[in-house]
């Protein structure tokens, strides 16, 4: 008995699709904007829209119409929505892919990009809506069929094999095979080193891919998703961990399967890239379409308005919040003093400090090193170099236990994963921090324990049925609160508040914004990161913007408001092209 | 242009690690790199050459054709039992029921001897190829835990054999002289025909993991099931296939072992899982999966069995002074393995 000798490559439920797919999508063409002579052949009609430069076509309609659809369009997803438990994370989402274009997909935290992704490529299956792959309804079942009709995926994490060579992730499932059916392998060296050449990379392909940096990786997987036979590339914050060298590589590539009437859909929080490459861009926001057009008729005030929910018409001052109007008395002698925070792709250089009494407003779009800052503020992040003082005593290494004795206070941002314990009681998780505090040889009085319990609950209205009640079972706002009142009865200096009012009803959100005020009024020293520009503004006193992992800029007093810090959130300074991400154009 | 824009803070050509720089740090470390998984890699065969050799200098009876004879018929069925299991732990998975299936396999090839050569052949590879594939399915399809599904495929293999022997009563025998019983016995050169089909076996099997897409996806699904199923390969088809052939390969090592001993013996097998992981671990196949070699399980094969065979060649030990030994020499290769994964990780 042998064992089957070879699995040969499976079966190709898709490929039909993928094969019926190439013709149509010439036949069906209408509206060939941004197809260029590559791809489109001359029996293409030029129907409704003009065929203008590449990337300045106007589009003919922002939302097309089902009827007019399939123009152009490689995929199409039609009224596409997906629920989580709780959640709708896709809401009747409808988006059209085009031949040829590169596309750019925005969205803040949760407005449903990663869901809308991971519909296109079979990794989830919408609950409503159809997908249209060159006109024709389509379903995934699992990745390897979105694979198969054609729609590669770069993912911001490297989804490669670390523990094997470079050639073989690039091959894996496709490899080159000799007359006998076996792996070819010295043809899938030279393949890989030619691709790899092509893509300014010189590495060994018999390397294991573990030994490679992560930009190198990031190039492998781009290799690889672009040397299927991809209609579609969907590149998820593919510049994150690249250096500037090679984000111009990748940019040239995404230039060449421009040029051979690839679409792109392409995902990035760096508005100086999606300005530069991107044809038309799509805006979700909190599971819905928002927008979809060209991106050269939206200036980048309008995009990040969009993105975040403001409409620059009517941009208020007051109303929806629960801060007090007035600002707090800060002290001048700051209590926290962050100098020169840098960490490999996430940090540059941040320096900040905080004062007694104030809220801080930590500022800037998703992806911007809001959350790292607060994390490497409470020495939860690994630094590269920085410098932390708290109350003028420097603190020479930065532990999570060094930051929290030492007064400084996280509430993450993700608070059932890094926060509560749900299988424990109100009162163990308000006190799991301060255990060493309320316990001598290593026994915890329980009557100290009821009694801060007691007085926090109170204090922070946390509308439980006993202190024994399992916090699993609280709702969100108050699951919140306990984990404010875990770290309020350590009593910090300084209390870093990461999205404290996200994902809690309205009631609990006026509650705990008010409670912030009332803890900066008592002397403590806040640093508040909102993607709620309102509850940013109302609340803040000051405001550090970020960009790009730096600080791209402060308001204070009368700069606190709303058209301020779009301007600076959209880099919407004279010079368009003057910071940092930009800096890649430099001559090296 | 930088300099226009007023109050932002520019970032500064922030002193990043070129990438000359990494890649010069990366490539010597990647020569440490290359050292430590070449022993890790051939670490068994270095010590099997040794042991050889020192043991052929001190014990003579131990250098003898005869004796490599003995010890190689001896190590074969394991080692085709070992084959099966270096698959399955390279997918990250692991197979306890191997050791209930040959023995399985073994009465199931005696029993059906008696309807010639290819009963007493296809009738074990059905019904062990049928419970790998219940471990494949449950593993794969259901997503359970393969420790635990195939926890429980070992002791109902073993089970189904006590019932077919009445508890061990009834011993099946194989007609001497039949054709199925010369395959267990005969030999050329002396050299018995279970060592020519293992030895062959591990040829395919080799030939299967290095040069095929299905052993590519083998490597992959163990080093990252996420990231090959993202790739689009048929993860949980894999899987169900890798647990079959190792199934296949059990009954198939037990009906061999049954065509030596001219009958199906119930006790046999028993701890024969644990041999058979030892020695693929040994062998340099990481537990965690992701990599290994189907040489490397050969060459642990092969030195578990010399050990035991020295033990017994010495013969004041206590032959159960071969586990300790065995046991030994695994807890030297896992430290190794560990050592290599942080060294790995840290670069």
């Known amino acids: ?588 | 242009m930088n300099e226009t824009s007023p109050a932002p803070v520019v970032q500064a050509p922030v002193p990043r690690k070129t990438p000359a720089a990494a890649g010069g740090a990366t490539s010597s470390s990647a020569a440490g790199q290359r050292v430590a998984e070449l022993l890790q890699r051939q670490g068994a065969l270095v010590v099997l050459l040794t042991v050889v050799i020192v043991a052929s200098f001190v014990y003579p009876t131990f250098g003898t054709l005869d004796n490599a004879r003995g010890v190689t018929v001896q190590a074969s069925f394991g080692a085709v039992v070992a084959l099966g299991m270096t698959m399955v732990i390279i997918t990250g998975g692991i197979d306890l029921s191997v050791g209930s299936v040959f023995a399985l396999g073994g009465v199931l090839a005696a029993w059906a001897s008696q309807w010639g050569f290819l009963a007493a052949l296809f009738v074990p590879l059905v019904v062990c190829g049928a419970i790998g594939l219940l471990n494949g399915f449950l593993v794969a399809r259901a997503g359970m835990a393969p420790f635990i599904v195939t926890l429980a495929t070992l002791l109902g293999a073993r089970g189904l054999l006590l019932a077919i022997t009445d508890e061990g009563a009834t011993t099946y025998l194989i007609p001497k002289g039949s054709a199925f019983a010369e395959l267990g016995q005969g030999s050329i050169w002396g050299f018995g025909y279970p060592i020519l089909i293992a030895l062959a076996l591990f040829g395919i099997g080799g030939l299967v993991l290095q040069r095929t897409s299905f052993g590519q996806t083998l490597f992959a699904v163990g080093g990252s099931s996420d990231a090959a199923n993202l790739m689009g390969l048929p993860v949980a088809r894999t899987k169900m296939l890798v647990y079959t052939l190792s199934g296949l390969l059990a009954g198939f090592a037990g009906a061999l072992s049954a065509a030596r001993l001219s009958s199906g013996v119930t006790i046999v097998g028993v701890g024969m899982e644990l041999d058979a992981i030892s020695a693929v671990v040994i062998g340099g196949t990481l537990l965690i999966g992701g990599a290994g070699s189907i040489s490397g399980t050969l060459w642990g094969v092969l030195l578990l069995a010399v050990i035991q065979n020295l033990i017994n060649q010495i013969g004041e030990l206590n032959s159960s002074y071969q586990s300790v030994v065995s046991g030994g020499f695994l807890i030297v290769v896992v430290v190794a393995q560990r050592y290599l994964a942080r060294s790995r990780r840290t670069t």
């Open chain 1, 1 to 588: 008995m042998a064992p089957p000798e070879a699995v040969p490559q499976p079966p190709q439920p898709a490929a039909d699709a993928k094969e019926a797919s190439a013709p149509a999508e010439v036949t069906e063409t209408s509206a060939p904007a941004e197809v260029t002579e590559t791809s489109a052949p001359a029996e293409v009609t030029e129907a409704s829209a003009p065929a203008a430069g590449v990337k300045k076509a106007p589009a003919p309609a922002a939302d097309v119409s089902p009827d007019s659809a399939p123009a152009a369009s490689v995929l199409e997803a039609r009224s596409v929505s997906k629920r989580f438990p709780g959640v709708v994370a896709l809401d009747d989402v409808s988006f059209t892919l085009r031949a040829g274009e590169t596309h750019a997909l925005v969205g803040e935290n949760g407005a449903g990009k990663s869901t809308l992704i991971k519909v296109l490529t079979g990794v989830y299956r919408p609950d409503e809506g159809e997908l249209r792959l060159a006109g024709e309804q389509i379903a995934f079942a699992r990745p390897f069929e979105a694979q198969q009709a054609g729609i590669s995926t770069i993912y911001q994490e490297v989804n490669l094999v670390p523990l094997m060579s470079v050639a073989r992730n690039i091959f894996l499932g496709r490899e080159p095979k000799n007359r006998f059916g076996l792996i070819d392998f010295s043809r899938m060296h030279r393949e890989t080193t030619e691709l790899l050449d092509g893509f300014g990379v010189r590495v060994d392909p018999k390397r294991p891919l573990h030994t490679l940096g992560i930009g190198t990786q990031q190039m492998v997987a781009l290799a690889r998703a672009v040397s299927v036979n991809a209609q579609v590339v969907i590149m998820d914050e593919p510049t994150s961990s690249l250096e500037p060298r090679e984000v111009e590589t990748l940019f040239r590539v995404i230039e060449d399967l421009r040029a051979r009437g690839i679409a792109v859909l392409y995902v990035s929080h760096r508005m100086d890239e999606l300005y530069r490459i991107c044809d038309r861009v799509t805006v979700l926001r909190d599971g819905r379409h928002i927008h979809t057009g060209d991106l050269a008729d939206l200036d980048r005030m309008q995009l990040v308005s969009m993105m975040l929910g403001r409409d620059m018409a009517e941009v208020r001052r007051d109303g929806v919040t629960s801060f007090g109007s007035e600002g707090h008395d800060a002290s001048r002698t700051p209590v926290l003093t962050a100098t020169g925070l840098s960490r490999d792709h996430q940090l540059h250089d941040i320096s900040l400090s905080l004062y007694a009494g104030e809220v801080l407003g930590l500022g800037g779009l998703l992806g911007s090193g809001r959350s790292e800052t607060a994390k490497a503020l409470a020495g939860a992040l690994s630094l590269d170099s920085g410098e932390l003082s708290i109350g003028g005593r420097t603190l020479r290494r930065l532990t999570s236990a060094g930051a929290i004795r030492a007064g400084i206070s996280l509430l993450p941002e993700d608070r059932k994963a890094e926060g509560i314990v749900p299988g424990l009681s109100v009162r163990e998780n308000i006190v799991l921090a301060a255990m060493p505090r309320l316990s001598r040889a290593g026994i915890v009085s329980r009557a100290k324990q009821d009694r801060i319990v007691d007085i926090f609950m109170k204090r922070l209205r946390i509308k439980a049925a006993s202190p024994e009640q399992k916090v699993g079972e609280l709702s969100g706002g108050n699951q919140q609160k306990v984990l404010l009142a875990r770290w309020l009865c350590l009593e910090p200096k300084v209390l870093l508040l990461d999205e404290p009012t996200r994902g809690i009803d309205v009631g609990a959100k006026a509650e705990v914004q008010s409670l912030i005020d009332d803890l900066a009024r008592e002397g403590l020293a806040v640093l508040l990161i909102s993607s709620d520009i309102e509850e940013l503004i109302e609340g803040a006193d000051r405001i550090v913007v970020l960009r790009g992992g730096a600080v791209a800029g402060e308001l204070s007093g009368d700069e606190v408001a709303e058209s301020h810090l779009l301007e600076v959130l959209a880099d919407h300074s004279p010079a368009p092209a003057g910071n940092a991400p930009a800096a890649k154009e430099d001559p090296r």
